[in-house]
């Protein structure tokens, strides 16, 4: 006779906060990373020797690899489960920090940035699933509130780490610093992480069913689409769009591309990416109403630290500092509206949501170049405020009638859209800015000609100022000319601004409406499994 193993000692329970915290540092490092290296660029540049366009790759490559893995979530916690799926993507996101550290060439550097974005991509679904399958069903809120404060925080404390790391230090290190965060957060969740015993029988079964149809060409499909998309969305501004044939042509890539992969996945006996899901009505319009939405908040978030930087001639670490009360603002309200998902219809809630971040970038519309930091403290934190009521019930509806074990790839195709929204903001809005302001800026300097008494006098008296220091007649009357015209442009960019945070408010009062579509039922879930550790 052969004695049966020995049953192996039952998992010790790990509490909700616990698993929380454990999983909370990959994805505010990878948050972290989409804004830090901006404020390193010109200190990359000046080492690297690249060109201005050569080096915007070390940002666009990132993103790129990010937006590509994302929609892979779920098929990937499927075939290896969503721990160790989490775990490899921090260890090659950590390890691709370190290896983008010790580069010194332009190509060396653009390569790790891809490796370090492939890691990245995968950590925020996953962490999201992990969350909605640890904590209960009444506190589904809350866990979407700590997911929140993650995604929001990141990008806003960028840019100060990176300046304050670049300042006193040099650039590597917003690269090194990354190991042993990384390193802790992957002991955390290898200690405290475990999937629930129903996804992980659910991921099984549908891993065999996979392997058996592996789905190659959605993959080939998805991957070509979404390099060809994000290529156009990160260099389109730069080439004048569709002014260029080249973005004309990765368009075409894109649109026949994106096209092939929908009927693909729909017709696939097991599809790459389940886009079956947005079958759900919940699903489909708490996703598409979030990409619209992330959208305006990334083009809000671009606009100001531009200003302050280009026109106020604040260093990166300064503007970032300045930008706090809007972080401190989220972080506060995040848990409270996380509180009131059970009692307040979500509808309402992004609803409060779109009106406080309207009338923030209303307030933002009157900065000048006289505005001081303290004028910038209510915009700022009224904003961060409508920030926490759009971005925490648009995140825990979206997936509220997702099956648990569906849940990774339902968190990687919502997290993909609103990715993508984000880049079209950008986007947008960058280009929108940049037309207002030549156009305001062209208004002014033909409306500013000595046949104006005030101008001819302001001339005159800038002439005698310049003669006073030695210039001759004529070098004199050109400083002239060059100063008011660039006082002239100068002050068509705060007009850019002014008039691009006001379309911004309009656009978030324009959408409100769509709300309408944002349809929750609440039904009961399944009871609360314990997350424990192996």
């Known amino acids: 006779m052969v004695s049966a193993p020995a049953a192996m000692p039952p998992p010790r329970a790990v509490g909700k906060w616990t698993v929380a915290i454990s999983i909370a540092f990959g994805s505010l490092m990878a948050t972290i990373d989409t804004s830090i290296v901006n404020v390193a660029i010109p200190q990359i540049r000046g080492q690297l020797g690249a060109s201005l ?79 909605r399958q640890t904590f ?33 230090y040099s650039w590597p290190w917003i690269f090194f610093v990354n190991l042993p965060v990384g390193i802790l957060g992957i ?13 992980l029988v659910a991921n099984r079964e549908r891993a065999e069913i996979q392997r058996k149809h592996l789905d190659w060409a959605g993959i080939i499909f998805m991957a070509i689409a979404i390099i060809a998309l994000q290529y156009v969305l ?18 075409y890539i894109a649109v026949v591309a994106l096209a092939a992969f929908i009927i693909r996945e729909l017709t696939a006996v097991a599809p790459v990416v389940d886009l079956r899901l947005f079958r759900d009505p919940t ?29 106020m001639h604040f260093s990166a670490t300064q503007s970032g500092v300045v930008l706090l009360p809007r972080t401190l603002a989220m972080m506060v309200a995040a848990p409270f509206v996380g509180r009131l998902y059970n009692q307040v219809s979500p509808r309402i809630l992004v609803g409060i ?13 009157d900065i000048t170049l006289l505005t001081s930091t303290s004028d910038l403290f209510w915009p700022l934190a009224i904003t961060g405020m409508g920030f926490a009521f759009l971005f925490v019930p648009l995140t825990t ?19 993909f859209v609103r990715q993508v929204g984000g880049s079209i903001g950008l986007s947008v809005f960058a280009t929108m800015f940049t037309r207002f302001a ?3 800026g062209a208004g002014l300097t033909s409306a500013v000609t000595m046949l104006r008494p005030e101008v001819l006098a302001q001339a005159m008296a800038m002439k005698a100022q310049f003669m006073a220091r030695g210039m001759s007649g004529d070098l004199a009357t050109a400083m002239v000319q060059k100063t008011l015209a660039g006082r002239a442009m100068l002050q068509g960019t705060v007009i850019g601004f002014e008039k691009t945070f006001i379309v911004q408010t309009i656009a978030f009062v324009v959408v409100i409406p769509l709300l309408w579509f944002l349809r929750v039922v609440r039904t009961k879930t399944p009871a609360h499994v314990e997350i424990s550790v192996e």
């Open 53 to 131: 366009q050569e080096i915007t790759w070390v940002t666009t490559a990132y993103m790129i690899a990010m937006v590509l893995v994302m929609p892979l979530t779920g098929f990937l916690g499927s075939f290896f489960g969503q721990k160790r799926v989490y775990v490899a993507s921090l260890v090659i996101f950590t390890a691709g920090s370190v290896m983008c550290g010790t580069a010194r060439s332009l190509e060396t550097l653009v390569l790790w940035r891809f490796v370090q974005g492939l890691g990245g991509g995968a950590l925020q679904p996953t962490q999201q699933a992990i969350l």
């Open 136 to 168: 209960p069903p009444a506190e589904q809120g809350m866990a979407m509130a700590v997911f929140s404060m993650v995604i929001m925080v990141g990008p806003a404390i960028g840019p100060v780490l990176g300046g304050w790391i670049t300042d006193d």
């Open 187 to 199: 002991y955390l969740t290898m200690r405290n992480v475990h999937e629930p015993a129903d996804v």
């Open 234 to 251: 990160e260099e389109g501004s730069a080439k004048d769009w569709f002014d260029s044939t080249e973005i004309q042509v990765v368009t």
């Open 283 to 311: 699903f489909a319009s708490g996703t598409f109403i979030g990409g619209v939405v992330f959208a305006m908040l990334m083009g809000s978030m671009l606009l100001l630290p531009v200003f302050m930087q280009e026109l």
């Open 353 to 365: 949501g779109m009106m406080l971040t309207a009338l923030g970038c209303w307030m933002q519309a």
């Open 397 to 415: 509806a979206a997936l509220s009638g997702i099956q648990r074990h569906e849940l990774a790839g339902a968190a990687g195709v919502n997290a």
């Open 438 to 440: 030549s156009q305001a």
